[in-house]
């Protein structure tokens, strides 16, 4: 790569008589800009990262009003319904219970507000910017998603750090164990965000469709009820719901470190099952993984087609 | 406006900057097509723009400029013919041509929510610049556009005029070798306008680069050393604004009368002269206008209030080419008006 600056002195009589605020005349530095490469690849994708991260910092009221959901989740509705519930959570915190879902869904919405930036990036021209730069769109998509899944992440530690006020122990293991699923998340529901982003011209039409699929993927997956007797239509849902493969995990990690009965854990949280067969951890993992990398492959293959 | 008598000064007829033809062209262009679906916005043009030069496209909104910018920039797919930029393929060498040209758009491409100096700094970093020489290169750009003072502020505190200005900074922070401008004082006060001009003229001394603009404002036309003017996907008309002024062989009159209706079927009585009510008077193009007056005066037999006669305007050059003016070609639909003005300049 042939990084040089050459500086060409201008000569004297191009210099305006009358430029009193100009620039100090003298010389210009050209610049030359070196061919593509594996560096400017990752440059492109830390400063596309980056520029989220600025924006979300910027935007103090997006990060106050993204945790009022969950807090609304866990202390309203979770305190309510824990008095109708309690008979069946075998003495278990009903709050305890619905956190790993909440925690998701905090993650899951910032990490759709993000990937609902690059709507409002094309709405607003910026897109246009980024995609006549000398790099590769995949690049940029793939410092996009990067950007959201970070923020989305933050967004989740925010949630891990309140968990003591409802039984769940601060042990480090666990809270890594919850920042790593929840990172997971972040990215997989970003790389799906880009993937409709890429299509979608209008704000009002991203945000109808993140309805549309957030709130049932969110219901669906079992962050609000176990899902060890539930009727075969609903059960059926639940497995094809990715976010379940998520939800799971987390409960299963809170629920190893708390104290509670077998009986409790055999209702609360009796792990997924396909056709009778215990899904494994680490596969649960893997699914969402997956997925969020097939979904980041076909929104670059989307930016990629586009002109 | 066209010039009136008094203001016409003998401009200097010079080539502008247009340098000798053995250098590689800043923009080649070989039967250039764009369709979509069944609409074609360019239809196969061809032109050269030599390297320093300042080259404008003119015409009304939808005659092709944007599109063919487009693909200048690699934005838009040709359907057909060629391109080279900077001695690259727009469809084969995508990249080499990104890296060598500048992009200001009609609509502001820079993030409200960034200052004006971050906004700098991602371009810096997504057009790989050279980490030691971005700090340099920056104020300098900056300082060209007098934006530097305000270079912490969030770009969304920016007035129209300041944001246009930051974009052209921008799109010469990674020194391009030609730099696109599409339509850049649009939606601008005069004034700002004519500061952006003063901007880009001081660009083409101060830079060695290749300007190459969009702009349907005829007065802008002028900073240019040549122009294509493009109506229907076409570039009908290819030169100096001088060399194109004086193609157009007429002079412009425009007399206030009593009765425009009469007057009209008296000059074609008399004189055989076509002529029209535009911009409120009767008008018409003739040869050597002045000496014309006196016999419009004795022979045409109507009240006559006053008279203009003035030399091609750019306005001329263009209605003498596409056959309407470049405002009513933007409204559309004055079909009538259309034709008998082409007859009116015709050649």
Redesign the interface.
Known sequence: MATETTTTPIPSASSPAGASSGPPAGHVARVRVPARSLRSELRAIRVVWKRELIRFSRDRLRILTSLIQPFLFLFVLGTGIATLASAGTHGVNFKTFIYPGVLCMAVMFTAMFSAASIVWDREFGFLREMMVAPVRRSSIVLGKVAGGATVAAFQGLIVIAIAGLIDIPYNLGLILELFGLSLLVAFAITAFGVMFAARINQMQSFMALMQMVVMPMFFLSGAMFSVAALPQWLAVLNRLDPLTYAVEPMRSAIFSHLNVSAAARKALDPGITWFGWRVPTPLEVAVIAILGLVMLSIAIWEFSQAE | MPKTLSQMTTEPHSNGGAPPGAVTPAVVVDGLVKRYGEVEAVRGIDFAVAPGETFGFLGPNGAGKSTTISML?????PTGGSARVAGHDVERER?EV???IG?V?Q????????TAE?NL???A??????R???A??MR?VM??V?LWERRASLVMTFSGGMKRRLEIARGL???PRVLFLDEPTVGLDPQTRSSIWNYIS?LG????ITIFLTTHYMDEAEYCDRIAIMDSGTIVALDTPEALKASVGVDRVQIQTGDDEATIAALRDRFEIEASVAEGAVTFGVPAGEQFVPRLFSELGQEIHSVNVSRPSLDDVFMSYTGTTIRDAEESGKSDMRRNMARMMSR
């Open positions: 920039c690699t934005l838009v797919h990249d990104r890296r060598n992009l758009f609509d502001t491409t820079l993030d409200g929510y960034l971050q700094r991602l371009h970093e997504l057009y790989g610049m050279p030691g020489a971005v340099e290169r300098q300082e060209m007098g922070l990674h020194s001081e001394r101060d830079e060695d």
